[in-house]
C-alpha cells in the first residue's frame, strides 16, 4: 500500500475510535464507580465499590455495598464481599461510558441451615451518561439484560426454591443512550420454576400439602410491559404465573400517571418523612395518599385464572373436612356467595359476580374480573363516589367464568424499526 492511500485511512480510522470512545485508563475506574453510585443513587439506592483495578477494557472492583436511601426505618447496608467484573468498558467522547456487561462470581453458600445458590448472575449493555440528570430516568436507562439462573433457596423443614433461569430484556425509545427518554417496554421471564414442599415437617401444613398434591410443583411466569414517561402510562399486557397441571393466573393492567417525576417525589418526600414525628408524619402520609390517587387513571385492569386441577383438588379437600362429598358441597357454596355479594349494594357486582361464581364452581375452567371502562377514570374520583353500583359502572365491571381469553390489549410500545434501542453500543 503506498503512503499516498495509507494516510487517509489511518485518518479516517483515528477519527472514528476517537468518536466512538477510549479505552479505560487507571484513574477512569474511580469515575466509573463514582457515575455507577450517582446513577443507581437515582434509583434509591447508594452504592459503595471497594478498590478498582483496570486491565485493558476490564474493570474489576473488590466488593459493594448497597443501602436503600429513605426507607421509612433504617436500612441495614449489604456488603457483597466479591469480585464485580466489568467487561467492555468504553469510555465515550462526551464523558459517558459503556460497559458490555457485570459479571459477578457464583454464590454457593450456608448459613443456619438456609443454603444460597446463585450462578451466572450478568447485567450487559450498561450505560452511564457523562452528567447523570435529576430523577430515576438515568437509573432505568443504566442497563438493557439482566439474566441469572440457576437459583435456588432451600429452608430445613420448609421447602425449597428454585428457577432454571431468570431474564429482563428493555427496549429503550428513541434510543438507550438518548437525552429524554421517551418510553421502555421489557419482557421479563422465570423459567424452570421448582417448588419443592416433601421436606415441610409442620403437621398441619403437611396434611394440606399432602392432601392437595402440592409436594412437587413446577412452572414458569412471565411478564410484557410498556412504559410512556412523559404521562406514565404503563401498559402490563401479561404478568402470568403458570403452575404446571394445577393452573395459571395472568394480571393485566393499563394505568397512567405513574411518571419518573412522581417516582422522584416519592423518593424526596419518603426521606423528609422519616424525620418527622409521629403524629405529623401520619397527616403527610394521608395527604400524599390523596395527591397519589390524584394523579392516577385507570383505563383497564382485569385478573383471569385458567384452572387445571387446582380448583377441584380445593373443593374436593373442603369438602372432606366438611364431611360432605363435592357436590353438596358446591351446591352450599352456590347459595351462600350470592348471599354474601348482596352486602355490597352494587347490582351489577351481584348479578355478574354471582352468576359467574355458580358457573365456576359447577364446572371450574377459568374465571376472570375485569375492568374496561369507557374513558379513563381517575382515582380520587372514585374513592369520592362512595356507591358502589356507581364505581361498577364507571369502571366498566365485568365478571365470567369459563369463557374463552379476551384478546390481548395493544401495547403503547412501538416496535422495534421505530428507532428503539436495546442497549445499542
Given at each position: 500500500?503506498?503512503?499516498?492511500?495509507?494516510?487517509?485511512?489511518?485518518?479516517?480510522?483515528?477519527?472514528?475510535?476517537?468518536?466512538?470512545?477510549?479505552?479505560?485508563?487507571?484513574?477512569?475506574?474511580?469515575?466509573?464507580?463514582?457515575?455507577?453510585?450517582?446513577?443507581?443513587?437515582?434509583?434509591?439506592?447508594?452504592?459503595?465499590?471497594?478498590?478498582?483495578?483496570?486491565?485493558?477494557?476490564?474493570?474489576?472492583?473488590?466488593g459493594?455495598?448497597?443501602?436503600?436511601?429513605?426507607?421509612?426505618?433504617?436500612?441495614?447496608?449489604?456488603?457483597?464481599?466479591?469480585?464485580?467484573?466489568?467487561?467492555?468498558?468504553?469510555?465515550?467522547a462526551d464523558?459517558?461510558?459503556?460497559?458490555?456487561?457485570?459479571?459477578?462470581?457464583?454464590?454457593?453458600?450456608?448459613?443456619?441451615?438456609?443454603?444460597?445458590?446463585?450462578?451466572?448472575?450478568v447485567?450487559?449493555?450498561?450505560?452511564?451518561?457523562?452528567?447523570?440528570?435529576?430523577?430515576?430516568?438515568a437509573?432505568?436507562?443504566?442497563?438493557?439484560?439482566?439474566?441469572?439462573?440457576?437459583?435456588?433457596?432451600?429452608?430445613?423443614?420448609?421447602?425449597?426454591?428454585?428457577?432454571?433461569?431468570?431474564?429482563?430484556?428493555?427496549?429503550?425509545?428513541?434510543?438507550?443512550?438518548?437525552?429524554?427518554?421517551?418510553?421502555?417496554?421489557?419482557?421479563?421471564?422465570?423459567?424452570?420454576?421448582?417448588?419443592?414442599?416433601?421436606?415441610?415437617?409442620?403437621?398441619?401444613?403437611?396434611?394440606?400439602?399432602?392432601?392437595?398434591?402440592?409436594?412437587?410443583?413446577?412452572?414458569e411466569?412471565?411478564?410484557?410491559?410498556?412504559?410512556?414517561?412523559?404521562?406514565?402510562?404503563?401498559?402490563?399486557?401479561?404478568?402470568?404465573?403458570?403452575?404446571?397441571?394445577?393452573?395459571?393466573?395472568?394480571?393485566?393492567?393499563?394505568?397512567?400517571?405513574?411518571?419518573?417525576?412522581?417516582?422522584?417525589?416519592?423518593?424526596?418526600?419518603?426521606?423528609?418523612?422519616?424525620?418527622?414525628?409521629?403524629?405529623?408524619r401520619?397527616?403527610?402520609?394521608?395527604?400524599m395518599?390523596?395527591?397519589l390517587?390524584?394523579?392516577?387513571?385507570?383505563?383497564?385492569?382485569?385478573?383471569?385464572?385458567?384452572?387445571?386441577?387446582?380448583?377441584?383438588?380445593?373443593?374436593?379437600?373442603?369438602?372432606?373436612?366438611?364431611?360432605?362429598?363435592?357436590?353438596?358441597?358446591?351446591?352450599?357454596l352456590?347459595?351462600?356467595?350470592?348471599?354474601?355479594?348482596?352486602?355490597?349494594?352494587?347490582?351489577?357486582?351481584?348479578?355478574?359476580?354471582?352468576?359467574?361464581?355458580?358457573?365456576?364452581?359447577?364446572?371450574?375452567?377459568?374465571?376472570?374480573?375485569?375492568?374496561?371502562?369507557?374513558?379513563?377514570?381517575?382515582?380520587?374520583?372514585?374513592?369520592?363516589?362512595?356507591?358502589?353500583?356507581?364505581?361498577?359502572?364507571?369502571?366498566?365491571?365485568?365478571?365470567?367464568?369459563?369463557?374463552?381469553?379476551?384478546?390481548?390489549?395493544?401495547?403503547?410500545?412501538?416496535?422495534?424499526?421505530?428507532?428503539?434501542?436495546?442497549?445499542?453500543?
Amino acid at each position: 500500500m503506498t503512503q499516498s492511500k495509507f494516510l487517509p485511512q489511518a485518518f479516517w480510522a483515528a477519527a472514528a475510535i476517537l468518536l466512538s470512545g477510549t479505552t479505560v485508563q487507571a484513574q477512569d475506574a474511580e469515575e466509573f464507580a463514582g457515575k455507577f453510585a450517582e446513577t443507581y443513587r437515582s434509583g434509591g439506592y447508594d452504592v459503595d465499590f471497594g478498590p478498582g483495578e483496570v486491565d485493558g477494557d476490564t474493570i474489576r472492583y473488590d466488593g459493594v455495598t448497597i443501602t436503600l436511601v429513605g426507607a421509612p426505618e433504617p436500612s441495614e447496608p449489604m456488603t457483597l464481599d466479591t469480585t464485580l467484573t466489568f467487561d467492555g468498558v468504553v469510555r465515550q467522547a462526551d464523558g459517558s461510558y459503556r460497559a458490555e456487561s457485570l459479571s459477578v462470581p457464583d454464590v454457593d453458600l450456608t448459613a443456619e441451615g438456609v443454603h444460597v445458590l446463585m450462578r451466572n448472575l450478568v447485567i450487559k449493555d450498561i450505560y452511564l451518561p457523562a452528567e447523570i440528570p435529576d430523577g430515576f430516568a438515568a437509573a432505568l436507562q443504566m442497563a438493557a439484560h439482566f439474566s441469572a439462573g440457576p437459583l435456588e433457596v432451600s429452608v430445613p423443614d420448609a421447602g425449597r426454591f428454585a428457577m432454571e433461569s431468570f431474564t429482563s430484556e428493555t427496549e429503550f425509545f428513541p434510543a438507550q443512550d438518548a437525552a429524554v427518554l421517551e418510553r421502555l417496554s421489557a419482557v421479563t421471564e422465570a423459567k424452570g420454576l421448582e417448588i419443592d414442599l416433601s421436606t415441610v415437617t409442620e403437621p398441619q401444613a403437611r396434611a394440606v400439602i399432602d392432601a392437595l398434591g402440592l409436594g412437587q410443583v413446577s412452572g414458569e411466569g412471565r411478564q410484557v410491559m410498556s412504559w410512556s414517561m412523559d404521562d406514565g402510562r404503563m401498559q402490563v399486557t401479561e404478568s402470568s404465573i403458570t403452575l404446571d397441571g394445577l393452573g395459571k393466573l395472568d394480571f393485566t393492567m393499563d394505568i397512567s400517571g405513574y411518571t419518573p417525576e412522581l417516582m422522584s417525589e416519592l423518593s424526596i418526600l419518603q426521606a423528609e418523612l422519616t424525620a418527622l414525628p409521629e403524629a405529623e408524619r401520619r397527616s403527610r402520609e394521608e395527604a400524599m395518599g390523596m395527591d397519589l390517587l390524584q394523579r392516577f387513571t385507570v383505563a383497564g385492569l382485569a385478573l383471569r385464572y385458567e384452572d387445571q386441577s387446582l380448583a377441584g383438588r380445593l373443593l374436593d379437600y373442603f369438602a372432606q373436612a366438611q364431611n360432605a362429598d363435592r357436590a353438596t358441597f358446591v351446591a352450599g357454596l352456590q347459595v351462600i356467595v350470592p348471599a354474601l355479594l348482596a352486602q355490597s349494594g352494587s347490582a351489577t357486582l351481584v348479578d355478574q359476580a354471582g352468576s359467574a361464581v355458580t358457573d365456576f364452581l359447577a364446572d371450574p375452567q377459568s374465571f376472570e374480573a375485569r375492568l374496561a371502562p369507557a374513558t379513563p377514570v381517575n382515582m380520587l374520583t372514585l374513592v369520592q363516589t362512595g356507591d358502589p353500583e356507581a364505581i361498577a359502572q364507571m369502571l366498566g365491571l365485568s365478571i365470567a367464568a369459563n369463557a374463552p381469553a379476551a384478546p390481548p390489549a395493544e401495547t403503547a410500545a412501538p416496535p422495534a424499526t421505530d428507532g428503539g434501542s436495546a442497549g445499542r453500543r
